[in-house]
C-alpha cells in the first residue's frame, strides 16, 4: 500500500516537473529539469 501511495507522489512530480520541462523558455532550466526526470523515472520504475 505504501508502495502505491510512494508512486503516486513520484509520478505526480514527475508529470509537473516534465510540464515544467516544456513550458521553460530558457534552455539551461530546461536542461536542469531535464537532469530531474532521469532519476524520477528510474524511481518511478522502482530502479536503483
Do not use: S
Amino acid at each position: 500500500m505504501i508502495t502505491l501511495i510512494y508512486r503516486g507522489i513520484v509520478a505526480l512530480v514527475l508529470i509537473f516537473t516534465v510540464w515544467n520541462l516544456f513550458d521553460e523558455k530558457k534552455i539551461t532550466l530546461q536542461a536542469n529539469a531535464a537532469l530531474v526526470v532521469i532519476p524520477l523515472i528510474l524511481r518511478l520504475l522502482m530502479i536503483k
